[in-house]
């Protein structure tokens, strides 16, 4: 592995981004579904699905993943999240007592925040 590589998958390690995905059913419901993508590994965790996301239910995602992922939930040094109102103090907060320090994209600046599609392709 290159030296470059090597020092993008180091920085890759730890930075956690998340993000919301929509899906319309046949019945015309849309539905949000609430995605965590780690950087280093390309892992995907499903935050959960729900046809009405509110902060507090946002915030209890976090937590399930801080669960979910235990000791590793402490690894996470950057979150990096958009600037959507679902993501609240407590949302953040969650985050921020392991140590995670939360990044927001910039307003207007979709290219910012990476894509699902991305951390799913191979490369």
Known sequence: MSQWRQFLHAQAT???A???????????KRLYVM??????????????VTANPTGEWTAQQARNLALTL?????????????RGSNFTASFDAVFEASGTRILR?????????????????SG
């Open 18 to 28: 998340v993000d919301f995905l929509h899906v319309d059913t046949v019945l015309l």
């Open 105 to 121: 994209t910039a307003v207007q600046v979709p290219r910012m925040k990476p894509r699902a599609a991305y951390c799913t392709s």
């Open 70 to 82: 235990g000791e590793r939930f402490g690894d996470i040094k950057f979150l990096i999240r958009d």
């Open 35 to 48: 995605v965590f993508i780690e950087h280093g590994t390309r892992r995907m965790h499903l935050g959960g």
């Open 14 to 16: 730890g930075i956690l």
